[in-house]
């Protein structure tokens, strides 16, 4: 555990720069509040010692009011310096979450794809928001408190030691058994705030694919399977976060309890040492203060670090995700292609997802400037790999991938991705303009180009019967067909005017018509462009200049339609089944 907190503190290090000044300072107030707090009881025992005198000889009020306006003057300028040092925690607390929010949005735009794929958009968005909202609030709720707590503390037991030994050690005694209690709950407390903050993103993951694919849920009448697995998730949530709370919220009690326990002890053994000769009225007094003061930061030191677990449990899931693998920066690679002409070579590509299992073996294929490329194949054949790989989302393990001669390893990503438009199965429409979406970060595109663009893919009509036209925006009081919304997408590629083009499964979620107007229009757009095209309906690539068929990531024919099918191999099967099934 120790390990754990110092790599958590190393981890901290540079998102706490520049915050030392203020710290010191912060800490300077935390000291001059608890001496002033702790020099309030030695000020009451002189009072009650001077009242005690009194009785016999006659009260010095004079004295008596000199001491209570020190003392209050004391006290006003312990609360200004108290919330003086409270403020700048908070402050510096609010900069450090600001920082960590900044390095996660940076941080996004840096992680590959493979950690997309490998991890549920809840647990990431938890990480994001959740853990950080967490780690933020825990800190400017015990860091303050833990720092003056503990100052106090020192600070309380030097005035104690000063006024009295005996009572010292009996104030100690009687909360020591406290110190040991609470090291046991703040052992046993860490796994159960890190299982609260994993449970919670478990229940924020499911709940967003169960939402997400809601439809499919309720036409499948899985309802009841989906409650039972949420209850099962919710109700380890709520286990977990049921004992984290407990021991949060038994800590004050207990704590008052040893406090009011202390407060006997004082007065039993203070009126003992009275009798004695050993203390006055005042010293009792003053040690009745003093146990309050000894007891409160003990429990709001207990009360702190249990928070600080909280916050120890969230950060240590962000710094998590800040220290994942990032992809490689490439900003000092140069532009290596002026005007892309359009030719792609694979040559003995080989890759896989994990070290273990390869998914593409030794692919190779050429496609030259303004030939239409498809690749086909069953389902994991490896063809939306082959894409990525082209794409650069993934590094190739063994092999090149050229673009007019060029290495892509040699390029940087960014040069890759404006070579490219590319048409998904999923759409992504965002909430904004459908002039908006269709121009998506592009720039010096005109409104002629945007409507050109929507005929070309018949889906000017639509945008038209709508009320704003290409103004409307896109929100939750307009609904769009699936078709539509791929039609959107497809425009929207089609305005990036990009040299290369891919279309993976974009034409799978509109009917037969609409499909056979979309491959027209794609048909003349792709004039003069190299296009890669991954479809399952074999019926919409016949036309296509090289098909590549694959089968358990390799190439097993390759061909134009008429070729393959005098061959009457895997593919003509393939085709002829479809056929049929149609």
Known sequence: MENKQTSLLNQMKPYTKGFQVPFVVAVIG???????????????????????KGL???IDTDKVSEIAMTLAILYGIGAVVNYAQAFTISTIVQHFSKRLRTAIAEKINKLPLRYFDSHSQGDTLSRVT???????????????????SSILLVAALIM?????????????????FGFVFVGIIMGRAKG??????????????YVEEMYSGHSVVASYHAGRTVKGQFEMLNQ?????????????????????????????MVVVTGAALTLNGHATMGTIVAFMVYVRIFSQPLSQIAQGLTVLQSASAAMGRVFEFLGEPEMEVDSYKGQQLRAVKGDVTFEHVSFGYSADKTIIHDFSATAKAGQKIAIVGPTGAGKTTIVNLLMKFYDIDQGRILIDGIDTKNMKRSEVHDAFSMVLQDTWLFEGTIKENLIYNQSHVSDEAVIEAAKAVGVHHFIMTLPKGYDTLLDDTVTLSVGQKQL?????????????????EATSSVDTRTEEL????????????????????????????????MKDGNIIEQGNHDALMAQNGFYANLYNSQFVEE
């Open 130 to 148: 959740n853990d950080v909202d967490t780690a933020s609030q825990s800190l400017n709720q015990s860091l303050g408190t833990v720092l003056s």
């Open 56 to 58: 016999m000889t006659g």
């Open 518 to 549: 979309i491959q027209k229009a794609m048909d003349k757009l792709m004039e003069g462009r190299t296009s890669f095209v991954i479809a399952h309906r074999l019926s919409t690539i016949r036309n296509a200049d090289l098909i590549l068929v």
């Open 488 to 504: 959107l997408t497809i425009a929207r590629a089609l305005l990036k005017n990009a040299p290369l083009l891919i279309l993976d």
């Open 160 to 176: 104690m030691f000063k006024t009295n030994v005996t009572l010292s050690f009996v104030t100690i005694a009687s909360v020591l």
């Open 192 to 205: 159960f705030f890190k299982s609260q903050q994993t449970n919670l993103a478990n229940v924020n993951g």
């Open 30 to 52: 935390a000291i001059i509040s608890s001496i002033i707090t702790v020099i309030g009881p030695d000020k009451l025992s002189e009072i009650t010692d001077l009242i005690t």
């Open 236 to 264: 380890a949530l709520y286990g977990s976060m049921w004992k984290s709370q407990f021991i949060s919220g038994i800590m004050m009690p207990m704590m008052m309890f040893i406090g009011n326990f202390g407060y006997v």
